[in-house]
């Protein structure tokens, strides 16, 4: 089956820890993105990456850090810089054509211990 | 002005009800336009996009007034299926890529 999987489902994070979440996708789509998702708030663009070895910030790209080595991965870091890190964060690709859908994972919660 | 506003809701309605959504956006230029649906701790996924001429899937339509710059969505003879978190999602033409824009969802809460 073609999709997008992240993991973990839930991650907690120690105080002053950087913690790494998980997107793959075999859609074989060239973009991907990163969203964090806040109660009462849209979903907020960090990162995005529209082909391997490239990647661009989003609006609210402080405290977090992603890499695009391979087409189908594209970790992000949230790193202890990023003081309010508890959030739901979605993971999401697409083709990279004119109004292409771009097609989400199931998301990691992340929790500050 | 937000890029995108929608009313949070709840909107509380009995099965079988024609309920609907509206959505406003702020760029003028924007060309592309979805609905997507999210239920509680789970991911959006994409219900409908949004054309000129307006489109209907079975028991959804959607409308597009670009002059008044907003989107609507019509949900017909509503199933407790329905029950969701609705977002308006629109892409402003001014970016070179796909960057979309999500409203903060409209609650629907469907009852038997």
């Known amino acids: ?113 | 002005r937000k890029e995108v506003e929608q009313d949070p809701g709840p909107f509380n309605v009995p099965e079988g009800a024609t309920v609907a959504f509206n959505c406003t956006y702020s760029n003028s230029a924007s060309q592309s336009f979805f609905w997507y649906r999210q239920d509680c701790r789970k991911e959006p996924k994409l219900l409908m996009s949004v054309y000129s001429s307006g489109n209907e899937d079975g028991r959804f339509t959607a409308q597009l007034n670009r002059a008044s710059q907003y989107i609507s969505l019509l949900i017909r003879d509503s199933k407790l299926s329905d029950s969701a978190t609705y977002l308006c999602v629109v892409k402003p033409m001014n970016t070179g890529f796909q960057k979309l824009v999500f409203g903060t969802g409209t609650r629907l809460l469907v009852s038997p």
């Open chain 1, 1 to 113: 089956d073609g999709g997008i999987t992240q993991s973990p489902k839930y991650l907690f994070r120690k105080e002053g820890q950087n913690v790494t979440l998980s997107c793959e996708q075999n859609l074989n789509h060239d973009a991907m993105y990163w969203y964090r998702q806040d109660p009462g708030q849209g979903l907020r663009l960090i990162y995005y990456s529209q082909i391997v070895n490239d990647f661009q910030k989003g609006d609210i790209a402080e405290g977090y850090s992603v890499s695009r080595e391979k087409k189908e991965s594209f970790p992000l870091t949230v790193t202890s810089a990023q003081k309010n890190p508890t959030a739901f964060y979605l993971c999401a690709s697409s083709y990279t054509g004119a109004g292409e859908t771009q097609y989400f994972g199931p998301g990691t919660r992340l929790l500050v211990l």
